[in-house]
């Protein structure tokens, strides 16, 4: 979940316990004390908009939006939603989950669509890159 949009100066009052936690992550992790707040307020937001995702470290080391309670990428449960042409318990079904879960990816989607495409589309060139791999070793044992 990364920003396309301008950053726009703001100033916030926060408890000394919050700004204590925010730089001990800042710290201990690779984004600045800046990056940190805003992906964290980012993804609070969302969270609060859609409680049923939660955000996980995917591909190529991208934050990416997951069905909770699964393994389920965003992503991943629309492409299977298209697959079953639109039906939603159909989809629910071959997954495994819910309908509610499953409407909570399209929830989600139907906001924030251009980022779950982005995500869908790192994720096929991971694949292709691991499946080239593999073709790869498969020769080179032969």
């Known amino acids: 979940m990364r920003s396309r949009h301008a950053s726009v100066q703001r100033s916030f009052r926060l408890s000394s316990r919050t700004i204590d936690l ?30 049923l995702i939660r955000f996980h470290l995917g591909a190529a080391g991208r934050r990416q939006p ?6 389920l ?3 991943q449960v629309m492409s299977t939603v298209r697959a079953s042409h639109g039906d939603v318990a159909e989809a629910a079904e071959y997954l495994g989950i819910s309908p509610g879960l499953v409407r909570a990816a399209v929830d989600y989607y139907a906001e924030f669509s251009d980022e779950v ?12 890159a691991e499946r080239d791999r593999w073709e790869r070793q498969q020769r080179a044992l032969a």
């Open 117 to 128: 495409d982005e995500d869908a589309s790192v994720a096929e060139r991971e694949e292709r």
């Open 66 to 71: 997951l069905v909770v309670g699964t393994r």
């Open 22 to 51: 925010l730089d001990a992550a800042a710290a201990t992790g690779e984004e600045s004390r800046n990056a940190l707040a805003d992906r964290l307020l980012g993804e609070a937001l969302r969270l609060e908009r859609h409680p």
């Open 73 to 75: 990428y965003v992503h």
